[in-house]
């Protein structure tokens, strides 16, 4: 059974506030982020989650994704305890998103949520970064 390891994170500028995920995929060495429009640091965490595991999947493929263990490891300690059962999600917005994160993860053997300190989450982070100066830049030329 294969395992990969993906880092995700997702910020706001304002909180909420312009939006962007990333994700570093490690094992496969895939990185990217994305802008996600005006969300809150919940939102674009739980949205960053849910398009790794969509790329895992969309770059093994269904059928190898179901033999696949994936490690999850970010640094918001709010969503791995509310995804770990720990905490309990009260807001209906972030419940939405949880169940999408469970649904998708429906799609590999077991997927697994672990905390880790910022300083380790540094692509991700990155990307996040990358993908708001991204479009900020891009505002500024229209």
């Not at 997702?10 to 802008?35: C, D, F």
């Not at 674009?44 to 895992?56: D, F, P, R």
Request: proline share 2%; net charge positive.
């Amino acid at each position: 059974m294969d395992q990969i390891v993906m880092y995700s994170d997702g910020g706001s500028r304002g909180n909420p506030g312009p939006a962007a995920l990333g994700v570093y995929i490690e094992t496969l060495g895939k990185q990217y982020g994305e802008y996600l429009g005006k969300k809150t640091n919940n939102e674009a965490e739980y949205s960053a989650i849910v398009s790794g595991l969509k790329k895992i999947r969309s770059l093994v493929g269904k059928t190898k994704a179901k033999e696949t263990k994936v490690e999850c490891r970010m640094d918001s300690e709010l969503a791995v305890r509310q995804l770990t059962h720990q905490y309990k999600v009260e807001k209906e917005h972030i419940q939405k998103l949880c169940f999408e994160v469970w649904n998708v993860a429906t799609d590999f053997a077991s997927v697994s949520f672990v905390h880790i300190p910022r300083e380790k989450n540094q692509v991700a982070d990155k990307m996040v970064n990358v993908a708001l100066d991204e479009h900020s830049h891009q505002k500024t030329l229209l």
